[in-house]
């Protein structure tokens, strides 16, 4: 008998010990579609295959750290790991950006197939270990709409002065055609439409997009996203976190990162149309740049992938690498096309 309950407690403090950690887990996003359910499928994932070792405490945008010092605190051990986006990193490492959409690139699969089986996560890893991170996709984003717009864009000329919220190299790029870019929280937008402050804005996808109701200030919705015509969620730990667990626990982190690509891509893919069908509705212009604005955006960005690549060593390393994968890649879909 008291073997009995000597083997049970021992049993119970196992089990106690096995969920005792947590791993608190600061994402840069409040509760939106695609992202936060991804978020909350990845933490279960974890928790699951690692028998509770590993529970990350998932908390939203603002609710331990700010957005923007995400990156720093997961560096300083402050906060465990970091659910972000790539180009947040930009001021820090021009390269970062590229972790978080290429302007004018591939589809997701390119993306990620580049990342995972072309030297994508080695070069990304490079990146960040000097601030002790470790760097994986956790996510892969569907194509973004290209904007809302307060008037038509029929001609690269009317893209000069244009105010918009857009980031990273999508708002280098348009500043090339004399747009002003600027950085505003997603909050502000709406309000900043509707006064005047703003000509324009990106954000997201139309399933995300229609949550910030910018449908009743801007009637001009373009396509398509060229700024992020794939993305990854980026899922970040500091490094001697990452290193104190055992390869099994590595592994399902690893695995679960695996499944949170296929499941944010998959759920987004269908459940764009009806959002789309909603703003038709409300009297939005739902349609394609014209062909002149896209050629103009692209040779901007060749301008600035160039220009960025004289500056920094990593981009230039990056990008190239990125873009003899897509050779090969492009070379294969154009033959298989059925188009």
């Not at 949550?211 to 373009?222: I, Q």
């Not at 500091?238 to 590595?250: F, I, M, P, S, V």
């Not at 399902?252 to 499944?259: N, T």
């Not at 038709?280 to 103009?296: C, T, Y």
Request: charged share 20%.
């Amino acid at each position: 008998m008291k073997k009995t309950m000597l083997m049970a407690a021992l049993a119970a403090l196992t089990a106690t010990a096995a969920v005792a950690d947590k791993y608190t887990l600061q994402s840069a996003f409040p509760g939106l579609p695609v992202l936060d359910p991804t978020a909350k499928r990845f933490v279960q994932n974890v928790g699951t295959l690692t028998g509770g070792e590993v529970a990350f405490d998932y908390l939203l945008a603002g609710e331990l750290s700010p957005p923007g010092e995400i990156f720093d605190n997961v560096s300083a051990g402050a906060i465990d790991a970091g659910w972000s986006f790539a180009a947040y990193a930009a001021g820090k490492e021009p390269a970062a950006a590229l972790f978080g959409s290429v302007p004018f690139g591939g589809d997701p699969l390119s993306y990620i197939s580049w990342l995972n089986h072309g030297g994508g996560l080695e070069l990304w890893r490079e990146i960040y270990a000097p601030y002790n991170l470790v760097p994986m996709a956790c996510g892969v984003i569907l194509s973004e709409a290209g904007g809302w717009y307060t008037r038509e864009i029929n001609t690269p000329e009317d893209i000069q002065g244009l105010n918009i919220r857009i980031g990273g190299l999508g708002g280098t790029i348009l500043g090339k055609l004399g747009a002003n870019a600027m950085s505003l929280p997603a909050g502000e937008i709406s309000t900043s439409l509707e006064t005047g402050r703003l000509d324009a804005t990106e954000l997201s996808f139309p399933l995300v997009d229609k949550l910030m109701g910018f449908d009743a200030v801007a009637k001009n919705y373009y396509f398509p996203g060229w700024h992020q015509p794939a993305g990854f969620i980026e899922f970040y730990m500091n490094k001697d976190k990452w290193e104190a667990l055992t390869d099994a626990q590595r592994t399902a982190i690893e695995v679960s990162c695996a499944d949170a690509d296929l499941y944010a891509m998959g759920v987004a893919a269908g459940a764009q149309g009806e959002a789309l069908e909603g703003f038709r509705a409300n009297g939005v212009n739902v349609q394609r740049f014209p062909d002149s604005v896209l050629d103009a955006l692209r040779k901007a960005a060749d301008e600035v992938y160039a220009e960025e690549s004289a500056k920094d060593e990593m981009f230039k390393r990056v990008i190239d690498s990125y873009r003899a994968y897509a050779a090969s890649y492009n070379e294969y879909q154009a033959l298989s096309d059925l188009n």
